[in-house]
């Protein structure tokens, strides 16, 4: 089981599109994944077909109090329409918590692990054994839920469009998570920084960014780039996941390739994945 919050200040660096895309495929493959949609914009949530009727989903419940069974966690978990993807859902509503969050944290508590950072962190382990990937899909901004997604991860990963980079975004999230893990003595990676929507691999744009960002960021670059395309901008106009919508489209291969640059796939379910791309071939690349 492994948790993944997908975070980067910025928008439209294709956050969203990777967690459905990655959830999407890994169900499709038989892995069972629960993607948390903590955008208030809900667009993940939109994706999987969860309206917005959701009114009896209760956030203070997930996230100011600490539960003591799986049941009372298990009922805000929604089943979506593809296969083995089930869904806690956002809403508006998500935007109040980020206040009650704050406010709670000025109350005085007796130690660390009493902290309302940490409570998402605890509830979300009495349902984790039930997912083999929980993806955590996150705003732009930087608020308390940031800080309880990052808090309830096993590691943060983020996308990075190739017309909008900075290191400056890249080291201040670093710095968070070291802060956070010192704060809370936790363990929370940072996973890496992937491209995303790049136009031509080769391009000038694209391997100077490659080699500049390698360079600075080192072991935390990951050198798997999503290929901009058409098709995943019209997936997400339509509100569909891209593997549904498109199985031609070889940005499903890149996010293939970055899963198992991730060590998200074992060879079976790799070679299963490329199978069900329409004219893929099926070697499993070197790292
Ligand atoms: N690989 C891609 N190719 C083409 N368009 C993309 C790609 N990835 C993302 N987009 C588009 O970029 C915009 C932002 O993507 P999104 O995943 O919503 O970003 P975020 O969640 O970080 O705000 C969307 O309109 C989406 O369709
Ligand atoms: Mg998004």
Redesign the pocket.
């Known amino acids: 089981m492994q948790k993944i919050t997908f975070m980067?200040f910025k928008?439209?660096?294709?956050?969203?599109?990777?967690v459905c895309t990655m959830a999407e495929m890994l169900g499709q493959v038989g892995y069972n994944v629960l993607i948390i949609d903590l955008d208030p914009q809900s667009?993940t949530s939109r994706v999987f077909g969860i309206q917005d009727d959701i009114e009896e989903l209760n956030y203070e419940h997930l996230f100011l109090e600490k539960q003591n069974s799986k049941a009372e966690i298990e009922r805000f978990i929604l089943s979506t329409e593809y296969k083995n993807v089930y869904m806690l859902p956002s809403s508006e509503s998500l935007c109040d918590i980020i206040y009650k969050i704050y406010d709670k944290t000025k109350e005085p508590v007796n130690n660390t692990d009493e902290r309302p950072e940490l409570i998402f962190e605890k509830n979300l382990r009495l349902i984790e054994n039930d997912f083999d990937y929980i993806f955590l899909?996150t705003s732009?901004f930087k608020t308390y839920l940031s800080y309880c997604s990052i808090l309830a991860s096993d590691k943060v990963v983020t996308?990075i469009s190739l017309d909008n980079f900075s290191y400056e975004g890249v080291h201040k999230l670093i710095n968070l998570i070291v802060d956070l893990n010192m704060q809370f003595q936790k363990n929370v990676e940072f996973g890496g920084v992937f491209l995303?929507?790049v136009k031509s691999k080769s391009s000038n744009l694209y391997t100077e960014m490659n080699s500049s960002y390698e360079q600075e960021l080192d072991e935390a670059f990951i050198p798997i780039a999503?290929?901009?395309?058409?098709a995943?901008?019209e997936a997400?106009?339509v509100f569909q996941p891209l593997f549904s919508y498109n199985k031609k489209c070889a940005?499903l291969n890149d996010y293939i390739e970055l899963m198992n640059y991730l060590d998200m796939l074992d060879n079976k379910h790799y070679k299963l994945l490329k199978k069900l791309l329409v004219g893929k071939s099926t070697t499993k690349k070197q790292k």
């Not at 928008?11 to 990777?18: E, L, Y």
């Not at 999503?226 to 058409?230: A, M, V």
Request: proline fraction near 8%; avoid cysteine.
């Open positions: 980067n928008g439209g660096v294709g956050k969203t599109t990777s667009n899909d732009p996308p995303t929507k999503i290929r901009d395309l058409i995943v901008a997400n106009t940005a």
